[in-house]
């Protein structure tokens, strides 16, 4: 089996009180060891590649990602940016052509009603015949036209679902507009047809490869449908799956409680280091951004719409082998998501929080006791805080990265793509570490965290989410070979570059080497490339 053997000026192991190695030795998929430069006397048929003043850490791992709806919007509009209806209206004849009309629905994504407010008879004139919806970049919310309001059978007697909400105008009728667990039925009902297994996997197949670029090397689907499931598995049978992938099972429609019948399905840690079960993904809230922000003088802090008790569900879960992740955003249900979490820590194989926006001392402190996992995202604090700035918080933080990290929680970093735009890790760092917001003011300079307590976070803490810390997320004899060489200092003002990507022992990503080479072992941008 072939051996090789990396030089570099640093090599990060992300296993705690290990000082950086000078040297990784690489037999077929796996790590064979980890240390000085003398390490290669041991191999002395290894092929020898100088990295020169480069770091070598573990493959980036995104432990909150909608990798299965992110490979869909090639498919349709991109409405990010979009400031008024008519350039809505310009967007969609732009894309007319290149956008296939699979179901009779007209789609867009990245919708920001911070930039631009819509309603039914906005995009009535742009789409009057077909069912038109336009997703906002959140994926909490949506508007859609009165031809979609009639496919979905939503008229003025239509109540609004438990956790979800139907926009009306001052006469009682739709005025297009759908919040949470009311957005998320018309979400489901637009993708029929989209998610077809063969075209899906080839989508899924080419965003792993834009992935691959930024090196991460694994990620955890956030809330992976049944049939989403069955394409990951399928492309990972046939060796199609270009990064590893944990699914956080979820119904096909997002927001949804769980439906039962998976809980009979496969349980949080089944399947193979390329496509693995995690805990299963549950809401007990929705997005900030949707949401009204309200009660910010002490009092409990509701984001977006709560979707009633959650603690039956986390219980199921818990005794059919699962682990469990829960959305929570705001404080008003954290203390029930963390009584829940303390009456199932015994037999959960897995507890996360996802996002932890808003939390106190005290939530912070419970969370460190249960050995909660704190799954967020450093690029939404420009954002996110800046739906907060200027508002006192009296018994909660406001994206408590620092807290959390000195009371002893693991920190996983995610980017919850494809709802912001700085989900590229080494980019969304820089925010985690600057908190700095459109204003130019800091939200709360004292919750900074260093850049290489980000990469720690994801690296050793994103495999810790998925239960996959002997396999990945460090560097150490007998985990894969999957890592990420970056070029330059691991500082926020000037970050790092990713110059390659390995998988398996293998270069998926040159920076330096043609498009097309990539895939293949090359040493194009190494500095002394040698053989001993």
Same mark, same amino acid.
Request: hydrophobic letters at 40%; one cysteine or more.
């Given at each position: 089996?072939?051996?090789?053997?990396?030089?570099?000026?640093?090599?990060?192991?992300?296993?705690?009180?290990?000082?950086?190695?000078?040297?990784?030795?690489?037999?077929?998929?796996?790590?064979?060891?980890?240390?000085?430069?003398?390490?290669?006397?041991?191999?002395?048929?290894?092929?020898?590649?100088?990295?020169?003043?480069?770091?070598?850490?573990?493959?980036?791992?995104? &432990?909150?990602?909608?990798?299965?709806?992110?490979?869909?919007?090639?498919?349709?509009?991109? &409405?990010?940016?979009?400031?008024?209806?008519?350039?809505?209206?310009?967007?969609?004849?732009?894309?007319? *052509?290149?956008?296939?009309?699979?179901?009779?629905?007209?789609?867009?994504?990245?919708?920001?009603?911070?930039?631009?407010?819509?309603?039914?008879?906005?995009?009535?004139?742009?789409?009057?015949?077909?069912?038109?919806?336009?997703?906002?970049?959140?994926?909490?919310?949506?508007?859609?036209?009165?031809?979609?309001?009639?496919?979905?059978?939503?008229?003025?007697?239509?109540?609004? !679902?438990?956790?979800?909400?139907?926009?009306?105008?001052?006469?009682?009728?739709?005025?297009?507009?759908?919040?949470?667990?009311?957005?998320?039925?018309?979400?489901?009902?637009?993708?029929?047809?989209?998610?077809?297994?063969?075209?899906?996997?080839?989508?899924?197949?080419?965003?792993?490869?834009?992935?691959?670029?930024?090196?991460?090397?694994?990620?955890?689907?956030?809330?992976?449908?049944?049939?989403?499931?069955?394409?990951?598995?399928?492309? &990972? &049978? *046939?060796?199609?799956?270009?990064?590893?992938?944990?699914?956080?099972?979820?119904?096909?429609?997002?927001?949804?409680?769980?439906?039962?019948?998976?809980?009979?399905?496969?349980? +949080?840690?089944?399947?193979?280091?390329?496509?693995?079960?995690? !805990?299963?993904?549950?809401?007990?809230?929705?997005?900030? *951004?949707?949401?009204?922000?309200?009660?910010?003088?002490?009092? !409990?802090?509701?984001?977006?719409?709560?979707?009633?008790?959650?603690?039956?569900?986390?219980?199921?879960?818990?005794?059919?082998?699962?682990?469990?992740?829960?959305?929570?955003?705001?404080?008003?249900?954290?203390?029930?998501?963390?009584?829940?979490?303390?009456?199932?820590?015994?037999?959960?194989?897995?507890?996360?929080?996802?996002?932890?926006?808003?939390?106190?001392?005290?939530?912070?402190?419970?969370?460190?006791?249960?050995?909660?996992?704190?799954?967020?995202?450093?690029?939404?604090?420009?954002?996110?805080?800046?739906l907060v700035e200027g508002y006192e918080l009296d018994e909660a933080t406001w994206m408590p990265f620092r807290s959390l990290l000195d009371a002893g929680v693991t920190l996983a970093g995610s980017s919850d793509d494809p709802c912001d735009v700085n989900w590229q890790p080494l980019t969304a760092a820089v925010r985690g570490v600057s908190r700095m917001l459109p204003s130019g003011r800091l939200l709360g300079p004292d919750q900074t965290v260093g850049y290489a307590d980000w990469l720690h976070a994801y690296t050793r803490g994103s495999a810790i989410a998925g239960g996959q810390s002997n396999e990945r997320g460090v560097l150490r004899p007998g985990t894969r070979a999957d890592l990420v060489v970056l070029d330059g200092s691991l500082d926020a003002d000037e970050p790092p570059r990713v110059a390659q990507t390995w998988i398996g022992g293998r270069v998926v990503y040159d920076a330096a080497a043609p498009a097309e080479t990539s895939g293949a072992r090359s040493t194009s941008s190494?500095?002394?490339?040698? +053989?001993?």
């Amino acid at each position: 089996m072939n051996v090789v053997a990396l030089r570099a000026q640093s090599i990060l192991t992300m296993e705690p009180g290990v000082p950086p190695a000078t040297t990784i030795v690489l037999e077929g998929d796996r790590i064979v060891a980890v240390g000085p430069a003398t390490l290669t006397e041991r191999w002395p048929g290894a092929e020898v590649i100088d990295l020169g003043a480069r770091t070598v850490a573990p493959g980036l791992i995104d &432990a909150h990602n909608h990798l299965s709806v992110a490979a869909l919007h090639p498919l349709w509009t991109d &409405a990010s940016g979009v400031s008024s209806s008519e350039a809505l209206r310009d967007r969609f004849r732009a894309t007319r *052509q290149s956008t296939e009309d699979v179901n009779g629905w007209v789609r867009a994504f990245g919708w920001d009603d911070g930039k631009v407010l819509l309603a039914r008879g906005d995009l009535d004139e742009i789409e009057p015949d077909r069912p038109a919806i336009v997703v906002h970049f959140s994926l909490h919310q949506c508007v859609v036209n009165s031809a979609a309001l009639e496919e979905l059978g939503i008229s003025s007697s239509t109540p609004d !679902p438990a956790g979800g909400g139907i926009a009306r105008d001052s006469a009682g009728r739709p005025s297009g507009g759908l919040l949470e667990r009311a957005w998320s039925e018309a979400h489901a009902r637009s993708l029929a047809g989209y998610t077809e297994p063969d075209r899906w996997g080839e989508l899924i197949e080419r965003r792993c490869r834009t992935l691959l670029q930024e090196g991460v090397t694994a990620l955890h689907d956030a809330a992976c449908s049944p049939a989403a499931e069955a394409v990951y598995a399928s492309l &990972a &049978a *046939q060796g199609r799956l270009p990064i590893g992938v944990v699914a956080n099972p979820h119904p096909a429609a997002l927001l949804s409680e769980l439906d039962p019948a998976r809980l009979d399905g496969p349980p +949080t840690g089944e399947g193979s280091e390329q496509f693995r079960i995690g !805990p299963v993904k549950l809401f007990a809230d929705g997005g900030a *951004q949707p949401g009204v922000v309200g009660h910010l003088g002490g009092e !409990p802090v509701q984001l977006g719409m709560t979707f009633g008790p959650i603690h039956h569900q986390i219980e199921a879960a818990a005794d059919r082998g699962f682990g469990v992740a829960v959305h929570v955003m705001g404080n008003a249900m954290m203390d029930e998501v963390l009584d829940a979490f303390g009456r199932v820590a015994d037999r959960a194989p897995m507890l996360r929080i996802e996002h932890a926006t808003l939390a106190s001392t005290e939530h912070i402190e419970r969370m460190a006791s249960q050995g909660v996992v704190a799954v967020v995202q450093p690029g939404f604090v420009p954002l996110l805080g800046a739906l907060v700035e200027g508002y006192e918080l009296d018994e909660a933080t406001w994206m408590p990265f620092r807290s959390l990290l000195d009371a002893g929680v693991t920190l996983a970093g995610s980017s919850d793509d494809p709802c912001d735009v700085n989900w590229q890790p080494l980019t969304a760092a820089v925010r985690g570490v600057s908190r700095m917001l459109p204003s130019g003011r800091l939200l709360g300079p004292d919750q900074t965290v260093g850049y290489a307590d980000w990469l720690h976070a994801y690296t050793r803490g994103s495999a810790i989410a998925g239960g996959q810390s002997n396999e990945r997320g460090v560097l150490r004899p007998g985990t894969r070979a999957d890592l990420v060489v970056l070029d330059g200092s691991l500082d926020a003002d000037e970050p790092p570059r990713v110059a390659q990507t390995w998988i398996g022992g293998r270069v998926v990503y040159d920076a330096a080497a043609p498009a097309e080479t990539s895939g293949a072992r090359s040493t194009s941008s190494t500095d002394n490339p040698s +053989t001993a």
